[in-house]
């Protein structure tokens, strides 16, 4: 049983996530992430998710308002009395709901506070009625899987919006002072319940609270949420990747290494920079090349866009104001301050021979890194600006058909530019002002 379920249209993954991050910090258990057990079918998952669920949150944008799935759920909310909407874009809502209020998140990027997400937040306080649970980190052996597979767990990974200080730093200050906020919220929500219970309501929320602030502060003292943006021209959220310093080449005790990823060397990223948190999916190409023009062999929406040359994806970058990234920009940013092979577990962050079934999947369903990035690994090739030698390209990061020795951080492979392949797409580094 979860608190919230979550309705919204496939295409809004990466936008849906920081709701749902969001909503679980603020100590709510959410039913957003899609996963059905062998033997069901997806209409079985979506009606017993959605039938034990104490809040329904919709959210409205240009592609959810015409998804009839979405309309669905959002009657089902409406007629339980426990529909809580909420706007992803300047949008007319469908009539049949016009009449609720709707929270504002167009535009939201996931930094708190943010007034519209605390207006969604005290509607789902209301319609809970009581406070919800209050989560503390688990371990990793307790975590659940569904948990896990959003959270980075790379041997040696940096938690996201780590300092080198050891302190917390401003985003994972605003995080907490969310927290505790909507812990203020929920002590005053029960104060309100019957005068027998007041005396009990505060020593046992206060305990509870005091005991995971403690918890919280002493698991967590550099974590934070990355740093996102969509960018207007294609809808893909863009992640920043702060300077620093790193390694790239081969890494310690990697045996699979070629001679062309020796030796290993220092780097240093002096400029952040903004990368795509995701390859560039076929909705995105589309919306900037038009409708009828898709390359793609496997072809869905949010299946990353394949079969571009160097010049298409180029072309592609320049026309929504980025860029293709540097091959060091590229290794900087797949490890997000790792030093193996790889981010973590291969089957959690990626499609390879192994788990593919010989096909591309939708972007962002595997594990990211610490920068927030999905499918740095597997899945597709990705081109980057730089050559290597005079008659080729270079592309990193493996794709679906590829053996384990491929699939690692450090892994490099030439291509003629005007190579075109269902095994290679790629992602912009955006140049936000």
Not at 159 to 183: H, K, M, S
Request: charged letters at 20%.
């Amino acid at each position: 049983m979860s608190d919230i379920f979550l309705s919204y249209a496939r295409v809004d993954r990466p936008r849906v996530k920081l709701v749902a991050d969001a909503l679980q910090q603020a100590g709510w258990s959410v039913w957003w992430d899609h996963t059905i057990l062998p033997g069901k079918t997806w209409d079985q998952a979506v009606e017993a998710a959605l039938g034990d669920a104490r809040c329904v949150i919709v959210l409205w944008s240009r592609d959810s308002i015409h998804s009839d799935w979405v309309q669905t759920e959002a009657y089902e909310g409406k007629r339980r009395g426990i529909l809580v909407p909420a706007l992803l874009d300047d949008v007319s809502i469908p009539l049949a709901f016009r009449r609720i209020q709707a929270a504002n998140l167009v535009a939201w990027s996931g930094v708190l506070p943010h007034a519209g997400l605390d207006e969604l937040s005290r509607a789902v306080s209301e319609v809970l009625s009581v406070a919800g649970p209050l989560v503390i980190e688990r371990t990793s052996e307790a975590q659940p899987a569904e948990e896990a597979a959003r959270s980075p767990k790379a041997e040696g990974a940096t938690p996201r919006g780590a300092g080198t200080d050891g302190l917390v730093n401003e985003a994972g200050q605003e995080r907490f002072a969310a927290v505790a906020q909507n812990y203020r919220s929920r002590l005053s929500a029960i104060l309100t319940r019957s005068r027998l219970s007041k005396r009990m309501a505060i020593f046992g929320i206060l305990a509870v609270a005091l005991i995971a602030i403690v918890i919280y502060t002493q698991t967590h003292p550099k974590t934070s949420v990355p740093a996102t943006r969509i960018n207007p021209v294609d809808g893909l959220t863009y992640a920043f990747i702060p300077p620093g310093n790193s390694m790239m080449g081969c890494s310690p005790g990697d045996n699979e290494c070629d001679s062309d990823e020796k030796p290993p060397r220092a780097e240093q990223i002096a400029n952040g920079f903004w990368l795509g948190q995701t390859e560039v999916t076929q909705a995105a190409w589309k919306k900037v090349n038009g409708s009828n023009n898709n390359p793609s062999r496997f072809e869905s929406d949010q299946l990353p866009v394949e079969q571009v040359d160097w010049a298409g994806a180029q072309k592609y970058c320049q026309a929504v104001a980025g860029r293709l990234p540097s091959e060091k920009e590229w290794e900087y940013a797949a490890r997000a301050g790792t030093r193996g092979s790889r981010y973590g577990d291969l089957d959690a962050i990626a499609w390879y021979s192994g788990n593919s079934d010989r096909a591309t999947h939708s972007v962002g369903l595997k594990q990211p890194n610490a920068f927030g990035l999905y499918d740095m690994l597997g899945n597709v090739w990705e081109w980057t600006a730089d050559n290597y030698d005079s008659n080729t390209k270079v592309v990193r990061g493996g794709s679906w058909n590829v053996y384990t020795r491929y699939a690692r951080a450090s892994s490099r492979l030439r291509e003629g530019p005007a190579h075109r392949s269902i095994y290679l797409g790629f992602r912009c580094v955006g140049e936000f002002r």
